[in-house]
T-cell receptor, first 112, second 116 residues
Framework: QKEVEQNSGPLSVPEGAIASLNCTYS??????FFWYRQYSGKSPELIMSIYSNGDKEDGRFTAQLNKASQYVSLLIRDSQPSDSATYLC????????????FGTGTRLLVSP | NAGVTQTPKFRILKIGQSMTLQCTQD?????MYWYRQDPGMGLKLIYYSVGAGITDKGEVPNGYNVSRSTTEDFPLRLELAAPSQTSVYFC???????????????FGEGSRLTVL
């Protein structure tokens, strides 16, 4: 089982819709979870972090965490073409130097 | 507002050549990392450092070496380049909260390396 799993997509949504991106992880002891956005040909940038069960909202983005199910999601409301990118889920492991393990990313396409 | 700076942005190497990818950060972060990203494969950790003078291997260290003589600089050395090292390389740094690695990484713009 991979440490962090994401559907590679692409996930296609029309402009204005809600995009839902999902991620599962294997280390039950993990406490910190992140979503990074990566535009084509660019470097990843942090957009959300979440540490507690439940929802965390930041503008049009909502991160959701369910530790019992080992599941993290990112909702993007009112999706815009500028949201088209690859979204990387990252989980900070609970051992060693607390390395960050990345999923392979989900490609999101928002059509006008 | 430099953040993390990597050079070069692009490089073509012949098999067996060596080179160094430079990385410097101006945020006074203790943690620094080198990742490689292959198409559809996500980010793989090559080496990391928790502070000046301290480095350790990540998931895919073979064929690479690093050093960390200062807080700011974390160069990645490729010895005897092979086609399997064709990839995009990202340097990153993260701040700590006390002794805890926050996991909030700041990335450089990347270095695209091709080995022919």
């Amino acid at each position: 089982q991979k440490e962090v799993e994401q559907n590679s997509g692409p996930l296609s949504v029309p402009e204005g819709a809600i995009a839902s991106l999902n991620c599962t992880y294997s280390d039950r002891g993990s406490q910190s979870f992140f979503w990074y956005r990566q535009y084509s040909g660019k470097s990843p940038e942090l957009i959300m972090s979440i540490y507690s069960n439940g929802d965390k909202e930041d503008g049009r983005f909502t991160a959701q965490l369910n530790k019992a199910s080992q599941y993290v999601s990112l909702l993007i409301r009112d999706s815009q073409p500028s949201d088209s990118a690859t979204y990387l889920c990252a989980v900070r492991m609970n051992t060693g130097f607390q390395k960050l393990v990345f999923g392979t990313g989900t490609r999101l396409l928002v059509s006008p | 507002n430099a953040g993390v700076t990597q050079t070069p942005k692009f490089r073509i190497l012949k098999i067996g050549q060596s080179m160094t990818l430079q990385c410097t950060q101006d945020m006074n972060h203790n943690y620094m990392y080198w990742y490689r990203q292959d198409p559809g494969m996500g980010l793989k950790l090559i080496y990391y450092s928790v502070g000046a003078g301290i480095t350790d291997k990540g998931e895919v260290p073979n064929g690479y070496n690093v050093s960390r003589s200062t807080t700011e600089d974390f160069p990645l050395r490729l010895e005897l380049a092979a086609p399997s090292q064709t990839s995009v390389y990202f340097c990153a740094s993260s701040r700590t909260s006390g002794q805890l690695n926050t996991g909030e990484l700041f990335f450089g713009e990347g270095s695209r390396l091709t080995v022919l």
